[in-house]
């Protein structure tokens, strides 16, 4: 079993020995000089994007306004004509425009000249961070958060709105929760003279310890280090673990809390081999059962199928959602991003991949969405929106942009071993102390779920994983929605996320 490596000094970060002395100061004046340029360059490239992006709406073709059902043109509305078929016109007319808006900045954004300006000027954004000791003074910073977030906020995340769990492992950062077994208690209620049926769901405390009715193979949900793990457990009426509960599964969770310096050198094999493996052992213990079935969101579905090609005798069924396989055809304004990124400088620089640097990345991808979606949601419609659907609009923004740092070490491998090199999908990727994962010799039950308006994951690199693992047992569910969409959507919770409990229910050993 692989440890985590020992603590490095936190007041003198590997990388910082020259920190105070050792440089040129005519190099410090080139590189501040050239990243000023480089800025400089990136900002003139995006407000040139957006520039054109709201000049090509301005004007729409014949065509496309024949085709939104109206020919007329806005200003010659009738006021006094059906104020329904009106609504409706300007509904499709915000729909072209968006649309276009949305595809200049596509393109222009995958521009071979600004993805150079965006890498080059990360790059020595970061070279001058390092040598002004900002990445320094970052790291101090991270702790703090960490400690914070890990001390205090995560007990919030985990309580507010979540289904009712428990720690039943933690090591460092890291905490294994388990969910426990409702009870369906129907009692009857008096509401203005009438009798209604109400479920409530409630929790076993027996003495700390579950009275699990489940006749299932224990469920591991293993998600990505870019968001918490609260997304598929965002709110009672949108929660997918409260569906696999309710289809009588025993679920348990991974947490990996808030990366602080101190995990920066942190692999892949410590997470697959150490926390993970760890993971599934308490799991068996707890449960009474030979083995462990795994669902993997995102990343999570990597190291899922790592962790299956590793240990398969520990791995019943594996279930991977929205998770990359062929890095290569992932063709998204992110994995463009980053295939072009300078992973070394971030991370030597700032230890961690920062979440300010995360957030940013996602919010510069699609801006127009950014300005647009508060205003559209509220004003949508032309009245007040119902407090269910405030809250969990605001669940799921909090949840976007409440990233963690990404570890410095996960960071670089993904970056270099998967989205450059490709090695995962090709059988060559090689975590911890040699560990070669072949993805050829994972003969275990295999079902991967796609979201078909995935723009975070090609479905195409998806569907790439049932050509290489060597399963027998493989099956794609593909399922009409967006990355996040198929975790919170009232539909999936109807259409897609039983369907994945039946076929687990049929493979269950």
């Known amino acids: 079993m692989m440890h985590k490596p020992s603590k490095s000094n936190i007041m003198a970060p590997e990388g910082y020995d020259d920190i105070d002395l050792g440089y040129d100061p005519y190099s410090f004046t080139e590189i501040y000089y050239n990243s000023l340029f480089s800025s400089f360059n990136l900002c003139s490239k995006i407000y040139r994007a957006f520039i054109d992006a709201y000049s090509s709406s301005s004007v729409l073709p014949e065509k496309e306004i024949v085709e939104s059902e109206n020919p007329n043109t806005l200003m010659n509305f009738n006021w006094d004509g059906n104020f329904d078929k009106q609504l409706e016109f300007y509904k499709k007319y915000e729909k072209i425009i968006l649309a276009k808006i949305r595809n200049t900045f596509d393109t222009k954004f995958r521009d071979k000249d600004f993805v150079n300006a965006l890498s080059q ?48 492992h933690s090591e460092d950062n890291y905490s294994l929760f388990h969910y426990y077994t409702p009870q369906q208690d129907w ?37 990505a280090f870019i968001n918490r793990n609260y997304i598929l457990d965002l709110l009672p009426d949108s929660s997918v673990v409260r569906n696999f509960q309710n289809q009588g599964f025993d679920v348990y ?3 990996w809390g808030t990366p602080s310096p101190y995990d920066k050198n942190l692999t892949l094999g410590n997470y697959v081999n150490g926390y993970l ?29 790592m962790l299956a090609a590793l240990h398969p005798e520990k791995i019943e069924n594996i279930v991977t959602f929205a998770t990359p396989g062929d890095f290569r055809i992932d063709n998204n304004l992110l994995s463009i991003w980053t295939r072009n990124m300078n992973a070394n400088s971030l991370v030597d620089t700032f230890g961690n991949a920062p979440e300010v640097f995360i957030n940013s990345s996602f919010l510069l991808r699609s801006p127009v969405d950014v300005l647009h979606k508060y205003p559209h949601f509220f004003l949508e419609g032309g009245k007040p929106k119902d407090m269910d659907s405030i809250l969990q609009f605001f669940a ?13 070490e996960i960071y670089r491998q993904f ?7 490709n090695l995962l999908i090709n059988n060559e990727m090689v975590i911890g102390d040699g560990n070669k994962i072949d993805l050829k010799t994972i003969k275990h039950p295999f079902l991967n779920v796609i979201a078909k308006r995935d723009d975070l994951v090609d479905p ?50």
């Open 121 to 168: 000027c990360v790059d020595l954004n970061c070279k001058l961070a390092k040598m002004t000791g900002m990445g320094f003074l970052y790291q101090q910073f991270s702790y703090a958060n960490s400690l914070l977030n890990n001390r205090y906020f995560e007990i919030f995340r985990d309580i507010i709105y979540r289904t009712p769990s428990h720690k039943i």
């Open 396 to 408: 799921t923004e909090t949840w976007l942009y409440d990233s963690p740092p990404i570890p410095g």
């Open 415 to 421: 970056v270099e071993d998967c989205y450059k090199k």
């Open 277 to 305: 493996l760890d993971a599934v052992n308490h799991i068996i213990d707890h449960s009474n059962s030979d083995k462990v079935s795994l669902l993997g969101y995102c990343w999570g579905g990597d190291l899922s199928l």
């Open 253 to 255: 969770t991974t947490d």
């Open 460 to 509: 195409k690199s998806s569907k790439a994983i049932n050509d290489t693992v060597g399963s027998k047992d493989k099956s794609i569910l593909e399922f009409d929605s967006g990355h996040v969409g198929a975790c919170i959507s009232s539909r999936a919770q109807e259409q897609l996320w039983p369907k994945v409990g039946q076929w687990l229910k049929k493979r269950k050993n």
């Open 187 to 223: 009692t009857r209620q008096k509401s203005k003279g009438q009798s209604t049926l109400k479920l409530n769901t409630l929790s076993q405390k027996l003495d700390g310890i579950d009275q699990n009715t489940n006749n299932s193979t224990p469920l591991l949900i293993i998600y």
